[in-house]
């Protein structure tokens, strides 16, 4: 199947005109073949919130208009898509990143990890756990940008089946070791297909560098853009996510990172640091 990664320049707070930017690009990529669509962390509403309330204002109750909108739109374009948005909980804003198919939301991943660093800094850590979406597609996890960093978050998404995980980001300058590295070390570690969206552009006195990426189950990236808004597409065989077991030379030279794993001695990854 065809998948898709769209690079935008969201600008804060100005939701309206960012999805608007979502729609336009969300056809252009349908338009050549894509099922499935990623855009970046906070597509929708921007990320570098200085206070609190600039942040709630930019964001939206889930399910809401922003995914009644996309529901339609994937309806008629035949597509999945996923977003990066704010939801507005109560009085908790969550970094959120929805998964809509035809005709509906199938549902929404709270950012887990937050780092000192724009919205984060206010946002509410996510209370769901990690979640994988059984589609038409193949199924589908979600992580969100310094959720990469902790090995143990999409190792959770594989173990529950994810053949593609979708990772929204907004890297900023300094953290170009992230696709140099890291991207693919979570793809050949975990067998799956990894679909990394960053944003471009500049924000509260950040600059953002691009560089997405969808990254192939044996860690080779497949393809990657550079530091300008586009679209990039890769074709991929969800299926080939489910072989986790390597054989280099049949009898000789053979791995299973999943089969071969030791649960009853990884205690310490539970321990508070």
């Known amino acids: ?144 940008c310094y959720d990469l960093r902790f090995p143990e978050a999409l190792r959770a998404l594989a173990l529950q089946g994810a053949e593609i995980i979708a990772l929204p980001t907004n890297w900023p300058e300094t953290s170009e070791l992230m696709p140099d590295f890291v991207t693919r070390t979570r793809a050949l570690e975990n067998r799956t297909y990894l679909l990394a969206c960053n944003r471009v552009g500049e924000e509260s006195g950040f600059r953002f560098f691009g560089r997405s990426q969808v990254v192939g189950t044996s860690g080779k990236v497949m393809v990657e853009t550079g530091a300008d808004p586009g679209i990039i597409y890769a074709e991929i065989n969800p299926a080939r996510a489910q072989e986790k077991r390597i054989v280099i030379r049949e009898g000789a030279f053979e791995m299973d990172t999943f089969a071969d794993r030791r649960p009853e001695w990884y205690g310490p990854l539970l321990r508070e640091a």
């Not at 921007?46 to 739109?73: H, M, N, R, V, W």
């Not at 909980?89 to 969550?94: F, G, L, P, T």
Request: with cysteine; glycine share 10%; net charge negative.
């Open 1 to 144: 199947m065809r998948v898709a990664v769209v690079q935008t320049d969201p600008q804060l707070g100005r939701t309206a005109e960012n999805l608007a930017e979502i729609v336009v690009r969300l056809r252009e990529a349908a338009s050549n073949g894509a099922q499935l669509v990623v855009f970046p962390e906070c597509a929708l509403s921007g990320y570098g919130f200085s206070d609190l309330d600039s942040a709630c204002c930019a964001a939206e109750q889930i399910p809401g208009p922003t995914t009644e909108k996309l529901a339609i739109i994937c309806a008629e374009l035949g597509v999945y898509t996923v977003v990066g948005l704010l939801e507005l909980d109560a009085e908790a804003v969550y970094n959120v990143a929805i998964l809509v198919g035809p005709g509906q939301l199938l549902g929404s991943y709270r950012k887990l990890h937050l780092p000192y660093l724009g919205v984060d800094r206010f946002a509410t850590p996510g209370d769901r756990g990690f979640q994988v979406w059984h589609t038409p597609l193949g199924c589908i996890g979600i992580a969100i």
